[in-house]
C-alpha cells in the first residue's frame, strides 16, 4: 500500500514538473490540461491554474451553497474549494472524492484564492491534436471552444476567468 501511495506521488510531482516546464516554454499556447468532472472531459489553459495537487482536508462551511464544498489551508494559505462539476450544472449530486480526485487552484494572477475539485486528470494535451467543433447556439457561459478527439470524445475548453467572474460564484451564501 506503501508503494501506490509513493507511486501517486511520483506521478504527481511528475505532471507538476511537465505543468511548469511547459508553462515556461513560449511556444505552449496551444497546450491545455485535460481533466474529468462529473462526467465530462474539459480542457484547462495552463495560464488559469497555479497548481494540482491531491484533494487536502476541506473544512466545511454553513450555509452556502451546495457546490461550494468549504475551505482548505494549503500552505499557510485559506482556498475556497468548489466542486466543479456542480458549479457547472454538470452533476446535481455531489463529485466523491477519491484517490483520483484533484483540486485544481487558480492562477494567483486571478487574485482570488480559489481551488475547484476535479474526479481526475486526463494529462496535458495540445489542441493541435483535436478537431475544432462549431459553436451550438445555447453552449453553456463557461465553455469556450469545444473539440474532439481521435475516440470521437467531446472536450470541452473551460474559461476559468468567466467562472471565477460569474455572479453566483461570487455569492456562496445560501
Do not use: C
Not at 40 to 57: G, H, K, T
Not at 74 to 97: C, E, K, M, W
Not at 147 to 154: A, L, M, P, S, V
Amino acid at each position: 500500500m506503501a508503494k501506490s501511495r509513493l507511486n501517486l506521488q511520483a506521478y504527481q510531482q511528475s505532471i507538476l514538473e511537465r505543468l511548469q516546464h511547459v508553462t515556461a516554454d513560449t511556444g505552449s499556447d496551444s497546450s491545455r490540461l485535460g481533466i474529468h468532472a462529473g462526467g465530462q472531459r474539459y480542457l484547462v489553459a495552463l495560464r488559469d491554474i497555479s497548481e494540482v495537487l491531491p484533494v487536502p482536508e476541506i473544512q466545511p462551511v454553513p450555509l452556502v451553497q451546495p457546490w461550494f464544498l468549504g475551505m482548505s489551508n494549503i500552505r499557510g494559505n485559506l482556498y475556497a474549494v468548489t466542486d466543479l462539476a456542480r458549479f457547472l450544472g454538470v452533476s446535481h449530486q455531489p463529485s466523491v472524492i477519491t484517490a483520483e480526485s484533484r483540486l485544481l487552484l487558480v492562477h494567483d494572477d486571478f487574485d482570488i484564492n480559489a481551488g475547484f475539485l476535479i474526479d481526475s486528470l486526463a494529462g496535458l494535451r495540445s489542441l493541435e491534436d483535436f478537431k475544432p467543433l462549431n459553436m451550438v447556439a445555447d453552449v453553456p457561459f463557461h465553455v469556450a471552444a469545444r473539440y474532439e478527439d481521435d475516440q470521437h470524445h467531446q472536450w470541452e475548453v473551460l474559461d476559468i476567468a468567466l467562472i471565477l467572474e460569474k455572479k453566483e460564484f461570487l455569492q456562496v451564501a445560501a
